[in-house]
Nanobody, 124 residues
Framework: VQLQAYGGGLVQAGGSLRLSCAAS????????MAWFRQAPGKEREFVAS????????AYADAVKDRFTISRDGAKNTVYLQMNSLKPEDTAVYYC??????????????????WGKGTLVTVSS
């Protein structure tokens, strides 16, 4: 599975961005999908995930109630809607896929495939 994340950019604090991740696989609908991020000088961390049917989602506490993950099977794409952005949300955002399981994954070690990241910069 090849994953391509896009939609990053520069935004002011309080603004919004929507990230997209397009998957190459025809079996996209069977994959659990997740977003992770890595801020400068920090380790990569979990942001949000969604299971293959979209019935289960998970969010990091830092983004809960501000970010929303969703998926569109017809477009083989998973989205991350980011609202009320804060400077501490500045990071490279990565999408990842897991080919097994049912529930929305949370750990890097759960994921089988990774895309290249897209940079999100939030100015104060």
């Amino acid at each position: 599975v090849q994953l391509q994340a896009y939609g990053g950019g520069l935004v002011q604090a309080g603004g919004s961005l929507r990230l997209s991740c397009a998957a190459s696989s025809r079996t996209f609908s069977s994959y659990q999908m997740a977003w992770f991020r890595q801020a400068p000088g920090k380790e990569r961390e979990f942001v949000a995930s969604i299971n293959w049917v979209g019935a289960d989602t998970a969010y990091a506490d830092a983004v809960k109630d501000r970010f929303t993950i969703s998926r569109d099977g017809a477009k083989n794409t998973v989205y991350l809607q980011m609202n009320s952005l804060k400077p501490e949300d500045t990071a490279v955002y990565y999408c990842a896929a897991r080919g097994s399981g049912y529930y929305a994954p949370r750990r890097e070690s759960d994921m089988d495939y990774w895309g290249k990241g897209t940079l999100v910069t939030v100015s104060s």
